[in-house]
């Protein structure tokens, strides 16, 4: 793996009024990786996540995001990465191919290079006999692999998952998870928050976020030997039960 860090945080702090919701955390991501980003409602996982997103300005503290500064260069931060959330990131009312266009269009590829990419997209997927049907229509599975390859359709250095696989079936997570891999071979960095603790197992680095901090951070392997733990799950609650917030 590369040394070249994508992301890297310093103190990076949000203060809404009194409340602190993301607490001076510092912590640095490969490219390449697949880094965990997990912590239980409230614990300011989603917060941290739209600072480096370019989408909240932090109160104090550094971080750079695909080289760019998130106080001054948001712009250049929005157009280096890709972004998937839990409702995910697709038009419903458009169709299969006019959302890859839609979305490809708007980090200003070519057509030459949206025709070609979107033929062996949909190839992979399986879903050309869908291409001209409403997304709408698709099975919940299809939308997230779909919404999923939208996000890295424009080859971004980093693409940031929030909870993506949440209310689909174990082999549909099975699959989207294999789909995750092949992205971070290519290069591009997945930044990734999850639920599920059997996910945090398939990551190369795992940080757990408990009320506003980063109280642990390290590969699955060693969290589970330093928590003398047998599963993530394990080293999840009792990190978990520290916390004394409950809304996110």
Not at 181 to 197: N, S
């Amino acid at each position: 793996m590369s040394n070249d860090y994508v992301i890297t945080a310093e103190q990076l702090t949000k203060q809404f009024g009194d409340f602190i919701a993301v607490d001076a955390i510092s912590f640095q991501v490969h490219k390449g990786e697949i880094f965990g980003f997990l912590g239980a409602n409230g614990a300011g996982k989603t917060t941290a996540m739209r600072m480096l997103c370019g989408l909240s300005k932090p109160t104090s503290g550094k971080a750079t995001v695909a080289g760019f500064d998130v106080y001054s260069q948001t712009e250049q931060i929005k157009r280096s990465i890709g972004y998937m959330s839990q409702k995910f990131s697709l038009y419903e009312d458009l169709t299969v191919k006019e959302n890859i266009r839609f979305y490809a269009g708007i980090y200003g590829k070519s057509d030459a290079f949206i025709k070609e990419k979107t033929a062996v997209l949909l190839e992979q997927l399986r879903l050309e006999p869908e291409a001209n049907k409403l997304v709408r229509s698709l099975p919940l599975g299809w939308k997230q692999k779909l919404a999923f390859s939208v996000a890295v359709f424009h080859e971004p250095d980093i693409v940031f998952l929030d909870e993506p696989t949440g209310g689909v079936d174990p082999v549909t997570r099975r699959e989207f998870w294999n789909m995750i891999y092949q992205a971070a071979e290519t290069g591009i960095t997945v930044f990734v928050t999850t639920h599920y603790m059997d996910e945090a197992e398939y990551c190369n680095r795992v940080s757990v976020m408990v009320d506003g901090r980063i109280d642990a951070l390290d590969s699955p392997k060693a969290l589970k030997q330093q928590f003398n733990a047998t599963s993530m799950d394990e080293v999840f609650l009792k990190l978990a039960r520290k916390a004394t917030r409950s809304a996110d």
